[in-house]
């Protein structure tokens, strides 16, 4: 390579280095990670209503129970049991979560050191405030749900569920939400999980361009919907496990 040519590709990675370190770059891995994260709430959502199915009439097992065994089977016999799950599923999710998580905070302690260096108009001030603290208040609830949840139905840590039975979806869902504790917890969850998306969810559409007055309001619209159904179809399953509906 040529000097002019290594100088060329030096000046770019500059560019990219220097862009990479920008609050708008941070605002679109957000952007990014988030859409990756609705798209998953809301299969996950879905998924979870199997446990309505009750049992498969051939085997006798939950509908649920064969719903998970169906997801980690994906790909045999050509790849071993749960890999294309963990490779384009479970993978991509955690590396989405990071880079959204980095952003969130990266973003935060700029937009704090900004408010102490400048003036702004009192009711702007209130009005930003109030959004940037639901979102992070309600990104630490999530984070702090997400924990839970994976001890709970995922890893099957004792303390959290100590009737876990690893691949026994219903039976688990039925043991962790026969627990009013959890049930509440679950549903403040949810309810923080339903107005992150629906802020984050108006927000992204701006941080990719979307931003017209036409297309604003069915921003809105579509943003409160999507929140709406996925924090609704979340708290049926364990509100349904706690009333006895399902079990």
Do not use: C
């Amino acid at each position: 390579m040529t000097t002019t040519g290594k100088a060329t590709t030096g000046r770019k990675r500059s560019r990219w280095y220097a862009f990479y370190g920008t609050d708008l770059a941070k605002k679109y891995a957000m952007a990014i990670s988030g859409i990756l994260g609705l798209l998953f709430v809301f299969f996950h959502m879905v998924g979870n209503l199997h446990a309505f199915e009750g049992n498969d009439p051939a085997t006798g097992e939950p509908k649920i129970n064969e719903y998970g065994e169906a997801l980690r089977d994906i790909g045999e016999p050509l790849a071993p049991r749960s890999l294309i799950l963990w490779l384009f599923l479970r993978l991509p999710l955690i590396i989405a979560l990071v880079v959204h998580v980095w952003a969130a905070y990266s973003l935060t302690r700029t937009s704090l050191k900004a408010r102490g260096d400048e003036k702004y108009d009192e009711r702007h001030y209130i009005a930003v405030d109030y959004a940037s603290r639901t979102m992070r208040w309600g990104g630490v609830i999530i984070l702090a749900f997400l924990a839970w949840h994976l001890a709970d139905l995922t890893w099957g840590i004792e303390f959290v569920n100590p009737d876990f039975v690893r691949g026994d979806i219903a039976g688990n869902l039925e043991a962790t939400f026969s627990r009013w504790p959890v049930v509440v917890f679950y549903l403040i969850a949810m309810g923080a999980l339903g107005l992150h998306i629906w802020h984050g969810g108006w927000s992204l559409f701006q941080t990719l361009g979307i931003n017209n007055p036409t297309f604003n309001k069915w921003r809105n619209y579509f943003s409160y919907i999507f929140a709406t159904v996925v924090a609704v179809g979340f708290v049926t399953v364990p509100l349904a496990v706690a009333f006895g509906i399902i079990g």
